[in-house]
């Protein structure tokens, strides 16, 4: 950060998630909790949000957007962004005292660019590139498709089946995961005509048909939300022109029974959504003659 004694150094925590947040410096501040809890959002609304997934857009714009929007949050004591000065984790009161300009709206502006320009860094880039392929690669299917496959092999709900039913997913599921292209599945046909998962013009086609098969398509999307859950730091250095190397933490694969947790939040999402659009469909004017 600027304006720190060489004695003292900055990091920036962001810890990207795959939901919308509010940009609180355009709507007024209001809990996520409460706004989702209440529907009180139009679709106008939702051009004045940033997606987390920006900061892997490697658009300079679009990240800045994405920082400024953390930034602003971490002036609320909300948000996934955590700062830390000495290796101390400090509030937004705190860091003032640390570096008094940022108690300006341009002083705060400066240091989301500052963040902006560390990960725009061709090194930085790389990595952040790299995070989103695997990510990609390793969930072709989302949550819905893998309760989808679930259900076709084993009969039985993802959302509510006993933990101890789940499949001991091990390193060696990883492993062979992190070298090999996750197993395609083509499920029957629903009553729609439609496959339910999978991709009819794939090369390589399979029937999940031996619980292995099942482990390594579990462990990739595991991995993959590993992935999509990691925590950023973007040291900030008192010398503007040293290098800045973002580093990756928080790199432990996720549980089997994170699965049901996904699960279940995405039917909630579903409920929500279709209750969000209906409420905007009765909103919106009408032209009838």
Known sequence: MPNLPNSQY??????????MQRLYKELRYEGNHGTHAHLR?????VGKWYN???????DAKRIEKAVQALTADWTHDAG???????GKCVT??????????????????MFARRVTNTLMESENQALLTELKWQQER????????????????????????????LPKVALSDYMWIALHAVPSVILPRSSSGDAEVGDANATEHRMICEPRTLRYVLAAYLLAATLKDVTLFVPLKPNAASRRPV??????AK???KLQRHVKQDNAVAVLATQWLQKADMCAPRNDA
């Open 255 to 257: 549980r089997v029974s």
């Open 247 to 252: 580093s990756v933490v928080d790199l432990d």
């Open 80 to 86: 996934h962004m955590r700062v830390f000065i000495d």
């Open 52 to 58: 987390p997934l920006d900061l892997f857009s490697a």
């Open 92 to 109: 937004y009161t705190q860091a003032k005292k640390h570096v008094p300009h940022i108690d300006t709206d341009e002083g705060l502006r």
């Open 41 to 45: 959002i139009t679709p106008a609304d």
């Open 138 to 165: 390793l969930d072709p299917y989302d949550i819905e498709g893998i309760a989808a496959i679930w259900r076709h092999v084993t009969g039985t709900d993802l959302a509510t089946v006993p933990l101890n039913v």
């Open 10 to 19: 900055a990091c920036k925590r962001l810890m990207p998630r795959y939901h």
